[in-house]
């Protein structure tokens, strides 16, 4: 958040300066308590056409009972919580643009970020007017902590490797229209600058 202040939004291939990122004017911190990715789901709806294919045994445990239903009974789902949300929202009425940001510490296997890919497609396709993004930030030796982290390389190139594979990944962040990044800590600041500047102006 403190890199990407007072960093300019410039167009790739013109060089044009379409406006700056500052903090509480168009870059805001969200907290994702404050931001549910919420959805309802009425009883009779096919939870398993609704999520493409996309682990439906394992959604049911975000399933909650929701005190809206008073025309027919439903649950409301919690779709996917990331760690920390921020958003931009840039001028000239574009899309606002929403980066969920994933920490990976290593210590959770490649699939549950698998599982999180779709769950975020699901979030993307529901909010048309929103450009989403899921930046899945690798902890590197420049995270702060007691644990020692290496580069992140290696990881990074894991998990982008088994998200190739899976060619129902690919197809889920492609109808979705999701950006997803996959970069180590000391590189994220850098590849969502780069991303800002090539989709944040240019779809509305």
């Not at 982008?160 to 060619?167: G, L, N, Q, V």
Request: hydrophobic residues 35%; glycine residues 2%; charged residues 25%.
């Amino acid at each position: 958040m403190t890199k990407l202040n007072e960093s300019l939004i410039i167009e790739l291939n013109s060089k044009q300066v379409k406006y700056g990122l500052l903090y509480n004017e168009n870059l805001f911190s969200i907290s994702p308590a404050h931001l549910r990715y919420e959805e309802w789901i009425p009883e009779f709806r096919n939870l398993h056409r609704q999520n493409k294919g996309a682990f439906h045994s394992k959604v049911a445990k975000y399933m909650t009972q929701s005190n809206t239903s008073n025309l027919r009974s439903g649950k409301t789902m919690t779709i996917v919580k990331p760690d920390w949300i921020t958003k931009v929202e840039p001028r000239k009425k574009r899309k606002p643009v929403y980066l969920n940001i994933e920490l990976d510490l290593s210590t959770e296997p490649i699939e549950t970020l698998t599982e999180k890919v779709f769950k975020f497609a699901i979030v993307a396709e529901n909010n048309p007017e929103e450009q989403h993004h899921l930046c899945i930030v690798i902890a590197d030796n420049s995270f702060s902590n007691r644990s020692q982290f290496g580069t992140g390389i290696k990881r990074t190139q894991n998990i982008i490797k088994r998200f190739k594979e899976d060619k129902a990944v690919m197809q889920r962040i492609k109808e979705s229209s999701l950006i997803v990044m996959v970069h180590p800590l000391s590189r994220i600041e850098e590849k969502i600058h780069q991303n800002l500047c090539k989709y944040s102006w240019i779809r509305s």
